[in-house]
C-alpha cells in the first residue's frame, strides 16, 4: 500500500511540475555538462602545452596530436551544449498550445515528455520525464498531435493525456 501512496505523490506531483520547474532542471544540468567539458578543455590544454619534448621525438608528438585530438572533440562538445542552451532558452514557459509544440510537456498514459532537446530521460526525487526533441523519432510522432489522440511505437499504443 506504501508503495502505491508513494507512486501517486510522484505522479501527482509531475502532474502539478511547471514547465518553468522543467526548464529549470534542464538548464542545470546543461550549465554542469559545458562546465565540465570547459575544465577539461583547459586541463587537455594545460596538459599538451607542458609536454617537454624528450629524445623521443615520435612519443611527443603522438602525445601533443593525441591532446589536441581530445581538445577539439571537448570543443565540439562545448559549441553542441552551447547551442541547447540556446534553444531551450527560446521556450516560453508560459505559452501552451491545444497541439503538441517546440516547448511542450506532455503527459501521456506511458509517462512525461518535455518537447525541447533530446537529453533523454531525467531523474529527480520527484519521478521521471523524458526531454526529447522534435527531430528524434518519437519527437517527430508527437509533434501536432492533440489531446486524445495515440501514437504507435513498435507494437504499443501511447495516448496523449494533456499538453502544458
Same mark, same amino acid.
Given at each position: 500500500?506504501?508503495? /502505491? ?36 578543455? =583547459?586541463?587537455?590544454?594545460? @596538459?599538451?602545452? @607542458? ?26 562538445? !562545448?559549441? =553542441?551544449?552551447?547551442?541547447? /542552451?540556446?534553444?531551450?532558452?527560446? !521556450? ?7 497541439? =503538441? =509544440? ?19 530521460? !531525467? ?34 499504443? !501511447?495516448? #496523449?493525456?494533456?499538453? #502544458?
Amino acid at each position: 500500500m506504501r508503495e /502505491i501512496i508513494d507512486n501517486f505523490r510522484k505522479h501527482f506531483h509531475l502532474m502539478m511540475r511547471t514547465k518553468n520547474d522543467i526548464l529549470l532542471i534542464l538548464q542545470k544540468k546543461l550549465k554542469t555538462s559545458l562546465e565540465e567539458a570547459e575544465r577539461d578543455y =583547459v586541463l587537455a590544454k594545460e @596538459s599538451r602545452d @607542458s609536454d617537454t619534448k624528450s629524445s623521443a621525438g615520435d612519443k611527443f608528438e603522438t602525445g601533443r596530436e593525441m591532446m589536441q585530438r581530445e581538445m577539439d572533440k571537448l570543443s565540439a562538445s !562545448i559549441d =553542441v551544449l552551447k547551442s541547447q /542552451i540556446a534553444k531551450i532558452s527560446t !521556450i516560453d514557459v508560459h505559452k501552451s498550445s491545444p497541439k =503538441v =509544440v517546440f516547448g511542450s510537456y506532455l503527459m501521456t498514459d506511458a509517462g512525461h515528455y518535455f518537447m525541447s532537446i533530446g537529453l533523454g530521460k !531525467i531523474c529527480d526525487e520527484y519521478g521521471d520525464f523524458y526531454a526529447i526533441s522534435s527531430d528524434s523519432p518519437i519527437g517527430s510522432l508527437w509533434m501536432g498531435k492533440q489531446v486524445g489522440e495515440s501514437i504507435d511505437i513498435q507494437t504499443r499504443k !501511447i495516448t #496523449l493525456k494533456s499538453i #502544458l
